[in-house]
C-alpha cells in the first residue's frame, strides 16, 4: 500500500509513499493526539481487520501489526474505517462480501486498539432481508459530518436491472445517520435505504455536466474516459485529424487478458440510455475492425462495429459470453460515414446503424445479464466506447471518430413516467408500453427487435395536434402526412393498455410507416377509464374522425377514404366504431357536429368484440378490478344492457365498415370474432381473420411481425377503401 498527497487536488501529487503493511482497503486514522494508524482488511495479522501505528512523513510502521476484530460472523470483514467520537473509537467494516448478503457493522472502544464492543443492532447497514428494494449489495461504509453538524453515511450499492442480475456495477449512495441515545450511529432511521430519502437536505452544489457530445475538439480527452490497462499515448491521437478521436488498432483485442486493447470508454450510468457515434473506417484487409463496444471484463463483452467481410465492408455484431465469441449478425454496407447507435433498456442493448444520411437501421439486440456481475463476475459495471483492433497485428489504417454522444434516452423519462402511472393502477395492474411489452417478451422470444421512431423520407410529421376540448381537457392526435398533392385516405391507430393504460405515441412507427405508403396516419388520444368510463372513449374516437374530415383540405384528406386500426382494447374500440356507423346514440358532444364520423374500413388487431361471453362475465367477480367493470363502469350484474352495448357483435347492419381481424397465436377469444365476421359476410360486407402463427398479444410493435402486420392492413384497406361513401 502507499499514499500521495498535496495541498491542492487539483495540482501536482508528492511521489508515492509505501506503507509498511499489506492489505486491501487500507485507511488511515488521523487521531487527536497526533499519532497516526493504518487500518487494513485481508487479514494480515491474527484478525481479519488490522492495525499499526505509522509515521506519516515516511509511511514506516511505529508499531506491530495487531488484530482488532474479526467483525459479528458475516464473510469477508473488510472495508475498515476507524473514528473518535465523543470519547470513543469507533471501528466500522463491511461483511458479506460485494453481494446480496452485502453488510456494515461498527464497533466501538476508549482504545484504539481495543477490545471492541459490537453494536447490539448490527448491522447497521444492509438489505440482505430486503429482497424487493431496487438498491441491493449495500455497505463498505464511511461516516462524514456536514458543516452543518449533521451526520452522513456515504457508501455502496448496486441496483439490478432485473433479478439477481446487475452489471452497472457499484455505485456511491448517501443517507442520513442519527445518533442512539446510547450513542450508536442509526443510518435512515432503520438501517435500510430508498432512492429518495425525506431528510433535511445540504446546499445544493450542481457539477458541471461533462461535455456531450464530445466532439474532441480539446486538447486532451476528457476525465470521464478511461482505458483499459496503460494504452501506449501512440495509439490514440486528437490533432492528426483536428474534431476527430483517432484510434490506430494494435494487435490486441477485448479478449485480452494481459495486453492493453485500444478501446476508449466511460462508464454506463443509466439503465436507458443512448450512446452515438460516427466513424469514418475503411478496412483494408480481415481483421481490421473498429466501432463501438460494450466491455464488462476480457470474457464478457459486445462489439458492434465495422470490418473486411466476404463481399466487402460490413457492419458486424459480435458477442463475447464467457470466452465464447459469437458473431450474432453481420451484413455488407455501401462506402460513406457510417453511424452507430446502442440504446440500452434494463433488460437489453439493442444495435442499429446508418450510412451517410440514410435513416437508422435496426441490427438487434442482445441481453444486459450476460455482462452483468452475476454472470461475468466483478463489480466494476460495464464500460461503453470506441476501439479498434488489427486482431493479430497492427492495423494498417486507422479509425476516425467524429464524436460520442451519451444521453438519458426518452426511455428512461418514461421509465419515471411508467412509475408515475403505475401508481394509478388498481392492484394487479400493470403499465402497457413498448418498454414493458418488451421486458415481457424477450425471455421467450429473445429475437424481437423494436420499430424505429425515426421518419421516414417522405413522410412529415405534425405531433400534438388539439383534435377536442372538453372545457381544459384537450385531446390530442399525432398526424402523420405523405408528401405529395394527394389527396391521400386518411386512418386513425388506436393503441391497447385494457382501457386503463397506454399512449397513443406508441402507434407513432405503425402510423409513419402507413404514412411512406401513402396513408395520412394519425395516432390518436382516447379517455382512458380511470378518467371518464364508456362510452368517452368511443365518443373520442368518433370526434377524432369527424376532425380529419373537417381539416381534410388543410392536410390532403380524401375524406371518402377514412379507416381505422386499433390493437387490443383498441382493436375492440375500431371495431365499435366500425359497427356504429351512422347511430347517433354513439356521437356523443364533441366538435364537428354536422361532419360524418363513418369510418369506412376497419382493422381489429387482437382485440375483443364482445364482452357478454362466459369468460368475460366469469371475470366480474374481480369486481372494480376487473377491466372491463372498469373500462363500463359497473359489473354485468349491474349494468348488462352497458355490457351488451360496448360490444361490436351488438352491432352488426347493413352500415357496419368491413373487417380484417388479425389475430396472434395466443389465447385470445377467437369464436367470437368469427361469429362476427359471419354475421358481415351474411350482410355482404367484407370480413376476413388473419392469423400470424407463432406470435404473442403485442406481435404488432415488434419486429419480426411488424412488416407482415402492416402488409395485411395496407392490402385490406387498399381492397375495402375504394368507393365507399361516407
Given at each position: 500500500?502507499?499514499?500521495?498527497?498535496?495541498?491542492?487536488?487539483?495540482?501536482e501529487w508528492s511521489d508515492p509513499i509505501e506503507l509498511d503493511q499489506g492489505g486491501i482497503d487500507p485507511s488511515l486514522f488521523f487521531d487527536d493526539d497526533g499519532k497516526v494508524y493504518l487500518t487494513t482488511g485481508g487479514g494480515t495479522c491474527a484478525a481479519r481487520i488490522c492495525q499499526s501505528e505509522v509515521d506519516i512523513k515516511s509511511g514506516k510502521r511505529l508499531s506491530e501489526i495487531k488484530p482488532l476484530w474479526n467483525g459479528t460472523g458475516g464473510s469477508s470483514p473488510e472495508g475498515p474505517h476507524l473514528y473518535k467520537i465523543k470519547g470513543y473509537y469507533y471501528l466500522m467494516i463491511a461483511e458479506g462480501g460485494t453481494e446480496y448478503a452485502h453488510s456494515e457493522t461498527i464497533a466501538r472502544s476508549r482504545s484504539p486498539w481495543g477490545p471492541f464492543e459490537p453494536d447490539s443492532r448490527n448491522p447497521i447497514l444492509t438489505h440482505r432481508n430486503f429482497k424487493a428494494s431496487p438498491i441491493q449489495g449495500a455497505g463498505h461504509a464511511d461516516l462524514i459530518q456536514a458543516h452543518d453538524g449533521s451526520w452522513w453515511a456515504v457508501f455502496l450499492a448496486f441496483r439490478p436491472a432485473s433479478r439477481m442480475a446487475h452489471h452497472l456495477g457499484r455505485e456511491t449512495f448517501l443517507a442520513p445517520v442519527t445518533w442512539s441515545e446510547d450513542g450508536w450511529p442509526i443510518v435512515n432511521g432503520n438501517g435500510t435505504i430508498t432512492l429518495r430519502m425525506d431528510v433535511k437536505t445540504l446546499p445544493q452544489h450542481l457539477w458541471p455536466e461533462t461535455s456531450t457530445p464530445d466532439e474532441f475538439s480539446q486538447s486532451g480527452l476528457n476525465v470521464s474516459w478511461n482505458f483499459v490497462r496503460n494504452l501506449e499515448p501512440s495509439r490514440w491521437s486528437l490533432t492528426e485529424r483536428p474534431g476527430w478521436l483517432r484510434l490506430k488498432g494494435s494487435s490486441a483485442t477485448l479478449d485480452d487478458a494481459e495486453a492493453a486493447p485500444v478501446f476508449v470508454g466511460r462508464r454506463q450510468q443509466y439503465f436507458d440510455s443512448e450512446v452515438a457515434t460516427q466513424i469514418d473506417f475503411q478496412p483494408r484487409r480481415e481483421g481490421e475492425e473498429a466501432g463501438l463496444a460494450l466491455r464488462m471484463n476480457d470474457r464478457h463483452h459486445y462489439e458492434f462495429g465495422i470490418r473486411l467481410g466476404a463481399d466487402g465492408r460490413e457492419v458486424y455484431l459480435r458477442y463475447d459470453i464467457g470466452g465464447i465469441r459469437t458473431v450474432a449478425a453481420n451484413k455488407s454496407i455501401s462506402a460513406g460515414l457510417v453511424r452507430l447507435r446502442i440504446r440500452s433498456?434494463?433488460?437489453?442493448?439493442r444495435f442499429s446503424y446508418?450510412?451517410?444520411?440514410?435513416?437508422?437501421q435496426d441490427f438487434g439486440g442482445v441481453e444486459t445479464r450476460y455482462l452483468?456481475?452475476?454472470?461475468?463476475d466483478g463489480f466494476n459495471g460495464v464500460f461503453i466506447g470506441m476501439f479498434a483492433t488489427g486482431r493479430g497485428r497492427d492495423s494498417s489504417?486507422?479509425?476516425?471518430?467524429?464524436?460520442?454522444?451519451?444521453?438519458q434516452v426518452s426511455g428512461q423519462l418514461l421509465e419515471a413516467a411508467i412509475v408515475k402511472e403505475q401508481a394509478t393502477l388498481p392492484p394487479g395492474y400493470t403499465v402497457f408500453s413498448v418498454e414493458t411489452a418488451e421486458r415481457g417478451l424477450i425471455k421467450n422470444y429473445p429475437f424481437v427487435t423494436r420499430l424505429s421512431n425515426d421518419l421516414p423520407p417522405g413522410v412529415i410529421a405534425k405531433p400534438g395536434i388539439v383534435y377536442q376540448r372538453y372545457g381544459a381537457r384537450e385531446m390530442h392526435l399525432d398526424l402523420f402526412q405523405p408528401k405529395g398533392r394527394g389527396p391521400f385516405p386518411a386512418v386513425i391507430l388506436v393503441h391497447g393498455g385494457a382501457w386503463i393504460t397506454g399512449n397513443h405515441a406508441m402507434e407513432n412507427p405503425f402510423a409513419m410507416e402507413l404514412a411512406r405508403r401513402g396513408y395520412v396516419a394519425a395516432t390518436v388520444e382516447y379517455r382512458l377509464s380511470n378518467e371518464a368510463k364508456y362510452p368517452a372513449a368511443i365518443h373520442d374516437l368518433k370526434s377524432s374522425i369527424r376532425w380529419l374530415r373537417a381539416?381534410?383540405?388543410?392536410y390532403n384528406i380524401d375524406p371518402n377514404r377514412v379507416a381505422a386500426v386499433g390493437a387490443s382494447a383498441g382493436g375492440h374500440l375500431v371495431a365499435l366504431l366500425g359497427a356504429t356507423n351512422g347511430m347517433a346514440n354513439f356521437e356523443g358532444d364533441g366538435d364537428n357536429a354536422r361532419v360524418s364520423s363513418v369510418a369506412q374500413s376497419v382493422v381489429d388487431i387482437d382485440g375483443p368484440v364482445t364482452f357478454i361471453d362466459p369468460g368475460n362475465v366469469e371475470k366480474e367477480i374481480k369486481g372494480p378490478y376487473d377491466t372491463n367493470t372498469r373500462f363500463i363502469g359497473g359489473t354485468f350484474k349491474e349494468k348488462p344492457d352497458a355490457w351488451r352495448e360496448a360490444s361490436p357483435i351488438t352491432h352488426v347492419n347493413r352500415q357496419s365498415a368491413p373487417v380484417l381481424f388479425i389475430n396472434s397465436s395466443s389465447y385470445r377469444p377467437?369464436?367470437?370474432r368469427e361469429e362476427m365476421r359471419n354475421k358481415l359476410n351474411a350482410l355482404g360486407i367484407v370480413s376476413e381473420i388473419v392469423v400470424i402463427p407463432d406470435t404473442p398479444h403485442p406481435f404488432w410493435l415488434f419486429h419480426p411481425w411488424f412488416d407482415s402486420t402492416v402488409q395485411y392492413v395496407d392490402e385490406f384497406l387498399r381492397r375495402t377503401l375504394q368507393n365507399r361513401e361516407r
Open positions: 500500500n502507499f499514499f500521495v498527497f498535496t495541498k491542492d487536488p487539483t495540482g433498456y434494463p433488460e437489453i442493448y446508418a450510412v451517410g444520411d440514410e435513416i437508422f452483468a456481475s452475476e454472470v461475468a489504417i486507422p479509425a476516425d471518430f467524429d464524436y460520442f454522444e451519451s444521453k381539416n381534410a383540405v388543410r377467437f369464436q367470437q
